[in-house]
C-alpha cells in the first residue's frame, strides 16, 4: 500500500483468546509505518471502531475488515477526498470481492458518485463498513460508534446507523469508488448466504429503530421502512421487528 506522510495502521484486537496479539506486535516491529497495537476486551465491532479511532492521531479516519486487503493507495485516495471536499463527514468506497468463486455479497461495486446531504435518510447497503472514513472531528460530535452494534454482537448495523446519524446531526456524505478494498468473505454456498441474510435482516431493524429514535430522521424512517414492508416477504419483516425491539431493549436497559 502507498503511504503518504503520516499515515499509520491502528489494529484492534476485539477479545481475541488466540495468538492474534502475538501476531499483531510481530508485524508492528516489523513495519516501516507506525502500527499500533489495541486490545478492546468488549466484543462488538462497535467496540472496536472506537477503540481503533480514540487511539489514531489523524484528522481523517478511514476503516476497514479484518478479512479485506486494502489497494495500495487506498490510504491517498481518501485523503485527497477529504482534502478537496472541507465540509465533508464522511465517505464510503468500493468493495470488491478478493476470491472470485465467492458469493456477489457483502460488496459495493458502484463506480458512480453518490452524494449524501445532510439530514437525508442512507439506506443499508449504500455505505459499508468494510471501506468507509470518516473526519476526526464529525466521530467527536456524536460520540462515537454505537457499541450495542456491530459483528460479535446480535446487531450487525453499526456503520449504517453511525452515518445516518452523522446525516441527522448536519454533516454531508459521499459515496466515492476511488478508495478500494478488497473483500475475502469465504462464502460459498446458499446456506452461508442465507445466513448472512437472516443477521443482516436482524441487524437492519435495529437500524431502523436506531433511526426512530433520532428526532432528525424519524419520519424518513417510518415512510421508507413501510415502503419496504410493503414490497419485502414477511419472513424478512419478522427478523427485522425482532432486531428492531432486541435493540429498543438494549437502548432501554442502560438508560
Known amino acids: 500500500m502507498h503511504r503518504p506522510d503520516g499515515f499509520e495502521s491502528v489494529v484492534v484486537d476485539n477479545a481475541s483468546t488466540d495468538h492474534t496479539a502475538a501476531t499483531i506486535k510481530e508485524f508492528a516491529a516489523e513495519a516501516n509505518y507506525p502500527v499500533t497495537f489495541v486490545f478492546e476486551p468488549n466484543p462488538g465491532l462497535g467496540n472496536a471502531r472506537n477503540a481503533g479511532w480514540r487511539r489514531a492521531h489523524g484528522d481523517v479516519i478511514a476503516f476497514t475488515d479484518d478479512d479485506c486487503y486494502v489497494d495500495r493507495h487506498f490510504a491517498q485516495a481518501i485523503l485527497t477526498v477529504f482534502q478537496t471536499n472541507d465540509t465533508l463527514g464522511f465517505l464510503g468506497g468500493r468493495i470488491l470481492l478478493h476470491d472470485l468463486t465467492d458469493l456477489q455479497m457483502t460488496i459495493q461495486e458502484s463506480t458512480e458518485k453518490q452524494e449524501f446531504p445532510p439530514g437525508k435518510l442512507i439506506p443499508a447497503g449504500a455505505i459499508h463498513g468494510a471501506n468507509f472514513a470518516f473526519r476526526r472531528r ?15 454482537t446480535s446487531l450487525p448495523s453499526e456503520d449504517i446507523e453511525m452515518v445516518n ?21 469465504g462464502r460459498k454456498t446458499s446456506a452461508d448466504a442465507e445466513k448472512l441474510r437472516r443477521g443482516y435482516d436482524h441487524g437492519r431493524g435495529a437500524y431502523y429503530m436506531a433511526l426512530l429514535l433520532n428526532p432528525g430522521l424519524r419520519i424518513q424512517a417510518l415512510r421508507f421502512w413501510f415502503w419496504c414492508i410493503r414490497h419485502q416477504e414477511l419472513q424478512r419483516t419478522q427478523r427485522e421487528i425482532h432486531g428492531a425491539l432486541d435493540y429498543l431493549r438494549q437502548r432501554l436497559r442502560r438508560h
Open 138 to 152: 464529525a466521530l467527536e460530535s456524536v460520540g462515537g460508534f454505537d457499541p450495542r452494534l456491530g459483528v460479535g
Open 165 to 185: 446519524r452523522l446525516s441527522a446531526q448536519g454533516w454531508p456524505g459521499l459515496y466515492t469508488p476511488e478508495p478500494v478494498v478488497y473483500h475475502h468473505h
